[in-house]
Nanobody
Framework: DVQLQASGGGLVQPGGSLRLSCAAP????????IAWFRQAPGKEREWVSC????????YYPNSVKGRFTISRDNNKDLAFLQMADLKLEDTAVYYC???????????????????????????WGRGTLVTVSS
C-alpha cells in the first residue's frame, strides 16, 4: 500500500471543528479507497472513517458518526476528514491510509457497530496530532 501523509491537526476546544487533509505526492488517489485512523496515547489504533474508490460511499463507526465527514477531491489527489463537535476523547494522532480494492474493507461487529479490516491498512505514513482540550 502507498503511504499517505496527514496534516491539519492542532489544538481545539471541546465542541470545535477541524479539517484534516491527506495527500501523497505523485499518487493518483482515485485508484484507492481512503481510510482514516487515530491512535490515542496508550491505546490501540482505531478506525474512524473510509470512503470508497468506486462510488464515493462513506462509512463511520458509531463513535464518530454524525460528527466526522470524510471526502475526497480526485482532481487534486486529496482526501479530507472534517471533524465537528469534537470531544476530549477525540484527542489522538490521526493517520490516513489506502487500499486498492474495489470497496472499503468494512465489517459489522458483534455489537452491530462498523469496523474495518485493519490488517489491510498497514501502511499509514505520517500522522497529525489533534488535541481537544479546554
Amino acid at each position: 500500500d502507498v503511504q499517505l501523509q496527514a496534516s491539519g491537526g492542532g489544538l481545539v476546544q471541546p465542541g470545535g471543528s477541524l479539517r484534516l487533509s491527506c495527500a501523497a505526492p505523485g499518487v493518483t488517489l482515485d485508484s484507492y479507497n481512503i481510510a482514516w485512523f487515530r491512535q490515542a496515547p496508550g491505546k490501540e489504533r482505531e478506525w474512524v472513517s473510509c470512503i470508497n474508490r468506486s462510488d464515493g460511499r462513506t462509512y463511520y463507526p458509531n463513535s464518530v458518526k454524525g460528527r466526522f465527514t470524510i471526502s475526497r477531491d480526485n482532481n487534486k489527489d486529496l482526501a479530507f476528514l472534517q471533524m465537528a463537535d469534537l470531544k476530549l476523547e477525540d484527542t489522538a494522532v490521526y493517520y490516513c491510509a489506502a487500499d486498492k480494492g474495489a470497496l472499503c474493507k468494512v465489517v459489522i461487529t458483534p455489537d452491530l457497530d462498523l469496523d474495518i479490516r485493519k490488517e489491510e491498512y498497514d501502511s499509514w505514513g505520517r500522522g497529525t496530532l489533534v488535541t481537544v482540550s479546554s
